[in-house]
């Protein structure tokens, strides 16, 4: 069992930062490829980024590839998500979660999620 908490979101200009962070507790969190997942109202959950359990390896949706960037700290059990120039089509609720299959693109694949946390882009 991992528990996943989100943290970091909140409401920002567009063009404007935000880091979130996705802290892990139970089991060893360097088992498990880390995903991150947005939801926006009326929108199926929506694959954002990956990372493999070294860190070595990312993986990114079209439509953040170089404006976002993941990153995890194992011995700190924890994955963050960098998030610049943001767009009003960022608007989401966004999750962080775990799973056993390296890199995984599908929320099927992942085994454990966060409560989410909200993000706003606004003019």
């Known amino acids: 069992q991992v528990h996943l908490v989100e943290s970091g979101g909140g409401l920002v200009q567009i063009g404007g930062s935000l880091s979130l962070s996705c802290a892990a507790s139970?089991?060893?969190?360097?088992?498990?490829?880390m995903g991150w997942f947005r939801q926006a109202p009326g929108k199926e959950r929506e694959f954002v980024t990956a990372?493999?359990?070294?860190?070595?390896?990312?993986y990114y949706a079209n439509s953040v590839k170089g404006r976002f960037t993941v990153s995890r700290d194992n011995a700190k059990s924890t994955a963050s998500l960098q998030m610049n120039n943001l767009k009003p089509e960022d608007t989401a609720v966004y999750y962080c979660a775990a799973s056993n299959v390296a890199l995984a693109t599908s929320p099927h694949n992942y085994n454990y999620w966060g409560q989410g946390t909200q993000v706003t882009v606004s003019s």
């Open positions: 139970g089991r060893t969190f360097s088992s498990y490829s």
């Open positions: 990372i493999s359990r070294s860190g070595a390896s990312t």
